[in-house]
Structure formats: C-alpha cells, structure tokens
C-alpha cells in the first residue's frame, strides 16, 4: 500500500522544498513533478511532492490523518493489541 501525506509548502529552492507535515515534523522533498509555491499544499510519498492540493482538500486529509493517529495511539506498535 502506497500512502501520500499531505504537507505545508515553507520554502521553496529550485526543485527542493522545505514542506510541514504539523505537529512539528519539517522536511526537504523534491517538488520537481508539480509547481510548488509557499503557503500552498501538496501530497507527499517517498520523499516527493506528487501533487498539489486546494487549502479545504488538505484540511480535509490532516484531519483524517489526525483522526487515524489518535485512534492508534493506544494499539501496540508490535502487533499485541490494545495495551
């Protein structure tokens, strides 16, 4: 299963940008594949912008995400359950 996370465009030099994936987690992909501008958001997936997305889409997906990491919190990473 391939996942795509939606991030925050920070900076933007030549085909690398910083993006913010919240909650404090900043990183450099490559965002040769799509026209990444500051303020604006795009899909994240091994390292590269893939797309671009409207401000109400990627509210609607870092909630979902939000929602899914909550619900995750208390299962046990290694596969035993409920701790």
Request: proline share 1%.
């Amino acid at each position: 299963m391939c996942l795509a996370i939606p991030a925050k465009v920070l900076e933007v030099n030549g085909d690398v940008a910083k993006v913010d994936f919240g909650q404090g987690v900043a990183r450099e992909v490559n965002v040769m594949l799509v026209d990444a501008r500051v303020g604006e958001y795009v899909l994240v997936h091994a390292g590269y912008a893939i797309e671009t997305l409207d401000q109400e889409a990627a509210e609607e997906s870092l909630k979902m995400w939000r929602e899914l990491l909550e619900q995750n919190q208390s299962y046990d990473v290694n596969g035993l359950g409920e701790h």
